[in-house]
């Protein structure tokens, strides 16, 4: 596509530097007046407003408008989008979007870039990493990205390089939830929660830090199914809003409450026996240590009262097994995440509610599915394998201690990236290239960050804004946003098999690329193209399939396609429809269930509620314990975060239309703290502790504990480049201190602060 550039102001900043619509290089304004051209049918494709995810179907209006939809097709995500998906189309033709790739002139994020082309771009950092390679090793290059289909081109670029250090967002989010699913039963989980009577929440904030299909669950049980619905949360979120009780805990002890839960399921026998005899390891040594977590002794720990955990414990178990306790998902509340996260698990255990309507169950994809089905219900895609490949002997700079070993490869520690350039801890670092993620907001200790990108050789970022942490590369590679870009086709299978797939909507804008190709290009240059021996995405897709033709026209033209009858392995109804739906179908237990096929991948092939391998892994962690930590100093405020419903994490401050509708986060501040420093709502104060200091404005209002403060994530952008989020709000990185967690390897997200009035 030819552009034109009549409008490209050559240079950094071009004098307007400062001023709200300064025309950055590289950026759509400077490129000048696109075209919108695109499908006029409307396409199935998958939002990426956040990495949630959803199936949307979208079109072009007359050449001018787009039109976002969610994919009628995927009924548990209700056709529907949220208001982030709503707003792709800000994205996408926002005019400080970067549509070239660019070159830094001056300082390390100090703003100055220029135009480059493409070619450039590879050459120059080919040139620079494989010199960095010949000198100290291809292991001293960091590569990290958000997961999904982006995260696995980059790694595949990395492992060709010959790195081992790859790493996802994982140990800022999932890890907490996901490792202690590893260490009790052996794999991730799900929850049912759409058929839940009865849900113990403990700071999963599905109102607000939105995922469709499991809002859309939450809210279906609530208003279908009269679920009650009881919330521990330090703040007044719209979760607590919505619930029926809402108690706020005192942040970081969410352990307590829940081992006080396992300690009335098992003392006042509410328990499920046969469940726990037929699939528990360890439930003896659970249930012993156990003892001591009186509700009495938790209301000491948490301020939750004892006799509100005594009666929800029992309503709870009345609702047995169509209940649930919400193992939550962002971490890191405390430290102790992976005892927090297990005892979560083991409450829902303790009722029996695995693979039950309302409880958690597992995936069950299309090989699994049709074991179970004794015939080819769901087709299961192949996965590109590229022979050859160089064998990596290093060793990967996080999990050298053995404590770490259930996180997985691809995840990592992030944050060691930080000590292994500042500290050479285990080993020195020498250059990071990074994609869709933006660690100056969403890692923590900025300061850190800042160091260490300063004194890496070599940066590359790839990114469609210059976020924060671009802003300190070296060179920025512009991705094509998710509505120009065609890529894998996904597995999203629930209780059945499924799969959708991304597919371009509009031509692309400007001079931007789609990662695969980026990172294909890269490699070609690199001298590692041979690993990348597909054509295309086309090429890449007919290789899942097949080469199964029809198939792939069918997952295109629906977008999302699902296969089968929903099935649970222990709910009887599922399990007859199932059967009678297959004749060749494994034969039934005598129940009429499938009970004795659920299994494990634990050492023991059970449920692993007490573990040996944990206990070799990380001595004493081997049963379940409350461990008391220092979260903040005495004459501090706990700091805690969550998401806003308008915006993720710290990818859509700058996104027109969501600025517009938030652009600041205010700091919630209860009456009692803020009389006392006398301050009121709309005044601007001061939040600080050793790792930084932030401005912003007060909150004040009865919806957050006395002791604790809030912020919602994802502001105060510190870079000039993102015009409309600069210096706006607290910036809550710049305040949470570099921790790494036991186990999980998380990131913490809560501390202590001071705050005062400005
Ligand atoms: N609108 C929107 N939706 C999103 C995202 C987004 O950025 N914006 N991000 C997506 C992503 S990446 C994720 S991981 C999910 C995250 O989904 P969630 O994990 O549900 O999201 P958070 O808002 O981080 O939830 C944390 C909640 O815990 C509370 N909290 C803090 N400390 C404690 C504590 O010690 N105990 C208890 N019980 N509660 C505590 C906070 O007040 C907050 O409400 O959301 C996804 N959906
Ligand atoms: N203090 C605090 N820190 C947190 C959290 C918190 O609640 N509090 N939440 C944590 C959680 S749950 C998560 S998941 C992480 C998320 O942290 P990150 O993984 O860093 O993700 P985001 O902030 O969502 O976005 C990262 C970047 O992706 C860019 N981007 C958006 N779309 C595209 C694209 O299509 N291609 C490319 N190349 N780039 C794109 C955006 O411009 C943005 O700069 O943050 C974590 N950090
Ligand atoms: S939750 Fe909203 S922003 Fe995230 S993928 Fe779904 S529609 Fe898009
Ligand atoms: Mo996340």
């Known amino acids: 596509m030819k552009l034109d550039r009549r409008t490209f102001i050559k240079g950094a900043g071009a004098g307007t530097a400062g001023c709200v619509f300064a025309t950055l290089p590289g950026s759509l304004a400077a490129l000048g007046q696109t075209e919108l051209q695109g499908s006029a049918e409307s396409i199935a494709s998958i939002c990426e407003m956040c990495s949630t995810r959803c199936p949307i179907s979208a079109r072009v209006v007359n050449g001018k408008n787009l039109s976002i939809l969610g994919n009628s097709k995927a009924k548990s995500f209700g056709g529907a989008v949220c208001a982030r998906g709503g707003a792709g189309h800000s994205q996408l033709y926002d005019k400080q979007r970067i549509v070239k790739p660019l070159k830094r002139v001056g300082e390390r994020g100090e703003g100055k870039w220029e135009e480059i082309e493409w070619d450039e771009a590879y050459a120059t950092i ?12 291809a292991q001293s290059v960091a590569f990290s990205s958000k997961s999904g289909s982006l995260s696995g081109h980059l790694f595949h670029l990395a492992k060709a390089f010959g790195s081992p250090n790859t790493f996802t967002h994982a140990s800022t989010c999932p890890a907490g939830y996901v490792v202690a699913a590893k260490a009790i039963f052996g794999s991730k989980i799900k929850r049912d929660l759409s058929h839940s ?17 499991e809002t859309r669950g939450m809210m279906n049980a609530q208003m279908e199914q009269g679920a009650k619905l009881v919330v521990f949360e330090p703040r007044f979120s719209i979760v607590a809003d919505k619930a029926d009780e809402w108690y706020a805990i005192k942040p970081g002890t969410d352990v307590a409450v829940a081992l006080a839960i396992c300690h009335v399921l098992i003392e006042d026998d509410l328990y499920d026996k046969a469940f726990v005899a037929q699939y528990v390891s360890g439930f003896e040594a659970f249930a012993k240590e156990v003892k001591a977590y009186t509700p009495e002794w938790a209301e000491s720990v948490s301020d939750v009262p004892a006799e509100d955990i005594r009666r929800i414990t029992h309503e709870y178990a009345a609702a047995a097994p169509h209940a649930m306790v919400d193992f939550g998902h962002r971490s890191s509340f405390t430290t102790e995440e992976f005892e927090m996260r297990r005892a979560l698990y083991a409450a829902n255990i303790l009722i029996g509610n695995i693979e039950r309507k309302g409880g958690l169950y597992f995936g069950k994809k299309a090989a699994n599915y049709n074991k179970f089905a004794g015939e080819k219900v769901a087709p299961t895609l192949a996965k590109p394998g590229v022979e050859g490949m160089p064998k990596i002997e290093a060793k990967r700079i996080d999990m050298v201690d053995e404590q770490y070993s259930l996180l ?29 993620t933006n660690p100056m907001q969403t890692m923590t200790d900025r300061a850190r960050i800042a160091k260490t990108l300063q004194k890496l050789d070599f ?9 924060e942490s671009a802003a300190y590369a070296d060179i920025f590679l512009p991705e094509s946003t998710y509505l120009e870009r065609d890529e894998e086709i996904a597995d999203k299978s629930g209780k059945s098999p499924a799969y959708y797939v991304r597919q371009r909507v509009v031509e692309t804008i400007g001079d931007t690329k789609p990662s695969w190709l980026i990172w294909k290009e890269l490699a070609d240059k690199l001298g590692q193209g041979e690993f990348f ?73 059970k449920i692993e509620l007490s573990s040996d391998k944990v206990e070799k892994m990380a001595p004493g962690r081997g049963v379940i314990r409350y461990r008391e930590v220092t979260m903040k100093k005495a004459d501090e405020l706990f700091f805690i975060q969550g998401k806003v419903a308008v915006h993720t994490n710290s990818g859509t401050q700058n996104v027109p239309m969501l600025a517009n509708l938030m652009s600041d986060n205010a700091l919630w501040i209860h009456p009692v703290t803020a009389g006392l420093l006398n301050i009121s709502s709309g005044d601007a104060i001061r939040i600080y502790n050793e790792t930084g200091s932030e401005e912003g404005h007060a909150l004040i209002t009865p919806g957050i504990r006395p002791d604790t403060v809030f912020a919602y994530m994802g502001f105060g952008s510190k870079n000039k480049e993102l015009a409309r989020a600069t210096g706006k709000g607290v910036h809550c990185g710049n305040l949470l201190p570099h921790v790494t967690s036991p186990v999980t390897g998380m990131n913490l997200h809560t501390t202590g602060v001071k705050i005062a009035k400005i």
């Open 408 to 436: 997985w490869s691809s995840g990592g520690i992030y944050q060691t990236i930080l000590d292994a350039t500042l500290d050479a801890v285990p080993y020195q670092l020498h250059a990071w290239v990074m994609s869709r």
């Open 126 to 137: 080919a040139k620079n990493l494989n010199r960095i390679k010949a000198q100290h090793g």
């Open 533 to 605: 021996p597909w054509q295309n995405m086309e090429s890449l897709q007919l290789f899942q399939v097949n080469r199964d033709m029809p198939l792939l026209k069918k997952i295109k033209q629906d977008g999302w396609v699902s296969y089968g009858k929903p099935l649970m392995l222990r709910e009887r109804e599922m399990v007859k429809t199932f059967v009678e739906t297959y004749p060749n179908a494994k034969a039934l237990d005598e129940d009429g269930t499938y009970a004795s096929q659920l299994k494990f991948k634990t050492p023991s092939g």
């Open 197 to 213: 009577k009865y849900i113990i929440n403990f700071g999963h904030n599905l109102y607000e830090g939105i995922n469709m299909s």
């Open 459 to 467: 940066v590359v970022a790839c990114d469609i804004y210059i976020s």
